[in-house]
């Protein structure tokens, strides 16, 4: 049985027990939300990671994108990068491999991944037969199940692309962003027929069920320039993920919705409310959303300051970018920026929702601070390793105090007047 359909039954698993002992909610309550849909937790019953439970209440999780592409495909580097996206605090991985043995690729990961793993099956589809005119409906069907087949724990799949949203792209400066997205119109445009993961979805809730993958509901047209945002492509879209939603639900399927992408920063409100109001509080999976179209190269910051607004407004999953989002496929320091960036802005929205313990680390720093206790700095840092060498770099990392006020350290006064005047 999958989690939703134990959860409608009042079960709780032991994954709702193992995922609320790492959250602010306990089993019980987790348990609801699961029935209700509100919450999902990603674990496939083929994988052997830890759970993780996204969505209402819960702390904000962050996603890490790795994988080869056809210009770079180098697995031991992937694996690398796996592992500085779990050692810097990803929740989840996906696999985005488009290059090389995709599925060696896959399978390498999910066995060495202790998070759960995503991938993008429709990738696998377009790279085995990037013709579209020879592609068959049941190609991507069956991608879908060797991903599954292979372990993976959550999947994106753009169902709600479908040929009624064609029209709507005409105004759009960016038109299609998404990978998935642009190749199933130019697959309908081509065959003339319905998107095949719309048509054939309820095969793909079968297949999803068999194992409790969860769908990730792919926003296919998703803004890719600020003025393409909230546009009637977009929003025309979220509402049959809507529809769709409602559908996995009823099928005892687990599903989150993917949004956006790129979204000035004062529509990010309105898009969650949408999302929430059009998809029964599914919970929603941002990528970013970045604020700006200009800041290649800081694509991660900008990222980062849609996604505290974000997930501070009711987004409950982050994926991050990297500073080379828009240039290349990222290295591991590119990744490791990515993740901590994301981190961040998870963690300040936790903090600002009142996530009980949120703020512990936070005052935890300010009094090390305060003490100049450098160790103690770095032990509550996001990246110590990064602290320490910054440090290091100004050369006087063996003085009490750092070199950006030198004599004139403010900590180091404060500490003497409270000696002096016991304040
Ligand atoms: S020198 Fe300035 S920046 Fe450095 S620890 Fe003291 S107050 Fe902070």
Redesign the pocket.
């Known amino acids: 049985m999958t989690q939703l359909e134990q959860a409608k039954k009042g079960i709780i698993t032991s994954e709702m027990e193992a995922v609320a002992g790492r959250e602010p909610l306990d089993a019980e309550i987790i348990c609801g939300d699961v029935a209700a849909g509100r919450t999902v937790i990603c674990k496939s019953t083929l994988h052997d990671c830890a759970p993780v439970a996204i969505g209402r209440g819960l702390k904000i999780k962050v996603n890490a994108n790795i994988g080869t592409s056809n210009y770079s495909s180098n697995p031991d580097m992937e694996l690398e990068k796996l592992r500085a996206s779990i050692r810097y605090g990803a929740d989840t991985v996906m696999d985005l491999s488009t290059g090389g043995d995709i599925r060696a690729m896959r399978r390498l990961i999910v066995g060495q991944s202790k998070v759960p793993v995503g991938t993008v099956p429709v990738y696998e589809a377009i790279v085995r037969c990037p013709d579209v005119a020879e592609l068959g409906e049941d190609d991507f069907l069956d991608s879908i199940r060797t991903h599954i087949e292979d372990g993976v724990d959550f999947i994106t799949v753009h169902c709600g692309v479908t040929r009624s949203c064609v029209p709507l792209l005409e105004s759009r400066i960016m038109g299609v962003v998404s990978r998935g997205g642009s190749f199933l119109i130019s697959w309908m445009l081509h065959h003339e027929k319905e998107n095949p993961l719309y048509a054939r979805y309820d095969e793909i809730l079968e297949m999803a069920k068999k194992h409790d993958v969860v769908l990730s509901l792919g926003d296919g047209l998703r803004p890719g320039c600020l003025a393409d945002a909230s546009d009637q492509a977009q929003y025309a879209e979220l509402k049959t993920l809507g529809e769709l939603a409602a559908r996995a639900r009823a099928k005892d399927v687990q599903v989150m919705i993917e949004g956006p992408g790129h979204v000035p920063l004062h529509l990010i409100r309105e898009n969650i409310e949408l999302q929430k109001q059009y998809c029964d509080g599914a919970p929603f999976y941002v990528l970013g959303p970045l604020v700006t179209d200009c800041s290649p190269g800081y694509d991660h910051l900008t990222g980062a300051i849609g996604g505290a607004l974000a997930a501070f407004y009711g987004a409950d999953f982050l994926c991050y970018l990297t500073p080379k989002e828009h240039l290349g496929l990222p290295d591991i320091r590119d990744v490791i920026d990515g993740v901590v960036a994301s981190k961040i802005a998870a963690h300040a929205a936790d903090i600002a929702r009142g996530i009980p313990g949120a703020r512990d680390s936070d005052d935890a720093m300010s009094r090390a601070?305060s003490n100049?206790d450098w160790e103690g700095m770095y032990r509550h840092a996001m990246n110590p390793e990064k602290a320490r060498a910054m440090r290091k770099e100004t050369g006087r990392d063996d003085a009490e105090?750092?070199?950006?006020?030198?004599d004139?350290?403010?900590?180091?006064i404060n500490r003497e007047c409270r000696t002096r005047y016991r304040r």
Request: hydrophobic share 40%.
């Open positions: 601070r100049l105090v750092c070199t950006m006020c030198g004139f350290c403010s900590a180091k």
